[in-house]
Nanobody, 123 residues
Framework: QVQLMESGGGLAQPGGSLTLSCTAT????????MAWFRQAPGKERERIAC????????HYSDSVKGRFTMSRGNTKNTVYLQMSHLKPEDTGVYYC????????????????WGQGTQVTVSS
């Protein structure tokens, strides 16, 4: 059973930085693509970053490109989301997700979700 646990959310000032972490258990030897989704107040859930399983290539939404960086740790079951130049519109609940998918591309759908971590950007 795959389980995901996020950490690192909190309050940041506009222009500031935060780093989210996600640790997965239950991956075994399979290849998993992972992604970060964001649910902002009053908006639809949005995939903001993903990392492919075959080559760790990353892909970003236009809303965070150039400001956020997703990466894997030394073990394949940990990913990070480094967020900088934060804006108030980055406020929301951030979810770590994963799905078994071997490719250099990121899939659209994800089978496993963490419980989410709140990020609030406000002065």
């Amino acid at each position: 059973q795959v389980q995901l646990m996020e950490s690192g959310g909190g309050l940041a000032q506009p222009g500031g930085s935060l780093t989210l972490s996600c640790t997965a258990t239950g991956f075994g030897s399979s290849y998993y693509a992972m992604a970060w989704f964001r649910q902002a107040p009053g908006k639809e859930r949005e995939r903001i970053a993903c990392i492919a399983s075959a080559d760790d290539s990353t892909h970003y939404s236009d809303s965070v490109k150039g400001r956020f960086t997703m990466s894997r740790g030394n073990t394949k079951n940990t990913v990070y989301l480094q967020m900088s130049h934060l804006k108030p519109e980055d406020t929301g609940v951030y979810y770590c997700t994963a799905t078994m998918f071997y490719s250099v591309a990121c899939p659209r759908d994800y089978d496993y979700w963490g419980q989410g971590t709140q990020v609030t950007v406000s002065s």
